[in-house]
């Protein structure tokens, strides 16, 4: 699996936008970002994922750089619930290797 | 919306017991695996499953565990002979065939051995 590099922590104000950044500057042309969080004392949930496009849902927003070396999870207005892990991982969609996590960005949310 | 159903949500075993950790995935995915969460460690990836056989296993899922589906519905992780080292969180997730699609985690069956 290619890797990815996050911050280990970061802190964001109640209500206000977040941008959780991830750095795989070895990502292959098929491999997919995926970002799952994990709330306390919960399994991981999906958010979002995105191959070249920047993309949107309910939960977040999904911003790929151009070169595809990094990526960037926005939270638009962070709640105290959206305190949790962040996890950035590739998924090769070609071979279709499974799901293996890094140690994350621990999201505290003040409020 | 779906769930990932695990049962129990606790369980106590004595080292050297089999434990079995039961899951019913969602109706209509076809992927199925375990994870596992040692206390304050990064999810570890154990055992992937499809068409009724392993797709990929870790290292760590070795001949102590197995896997089955023993209907259209459950999906069970066995560990034959517990250790101290296996008290962790364990998850099952599940996923629809398809690139579109994330996987979905149940809340996880917290397993103490002691």
């Known amino acids: 699996d290619a890797k990815t590099t996050q911050p280990n922590s970061m802190e964001s104000n109640e209500e206000e936008p977040v941008h959780l950044p991830c750095n795989h500057s070895t990502i292959s042309g098929t491999d997919y970002i995926h970002w799952y969080r994990q709330l306390p004392s919960q399994g991981p949930e999906y958010v979002i994922h995105g191959l070249t496009s920047n993309v949107n849902n309910r939960m977040a927003s999904l911003a790929i750089a151009e070169d595809r070396k990094s990526s960037t999870l926005i939270l638009h207005r962070a709640t105290l619930r959206d305190a949790a892990v962040y996890y950035c991982i590739l998924r090769d969609g070609y071979n279709n290797n499974d799901m293996r996590f890094g140690a994350g960005t621990r999201l505290t949310v003040k409020p | ?114």
């Open chain 2, 1 to 114: 919306e779906p769930e990932v159903t695990q049962t129990p949500s606790h369980q106590v075993t004595q080292m050297g017991q089999e434990v079995i950790l039961r899951c019913v995935p969602i109706s209509n995915h076809l992927y199925f695996y375990w994870y596992r969460q040692i206390l304050g460690q990064k999810v570890e990836f154990l055992v992937s499953f499809y068409n009724n056989e392993i797709s990929e296993k870790s290292e760590i899922f070795d001949d102590q565990f197995s896997v089955e589906r023993p209907d259209g519905s459950n999906f069970t992780l066995k560990i034959r002979s517990t250790k101290l080292e296996d008290s962790a969180m364990y998850f099952c997730a599940s996923r629809r065939t398809g690139w579109a699609y994330g996987y979905t985690f149940g809340s996880g069956t917290r397993l103490t051995v002691v």
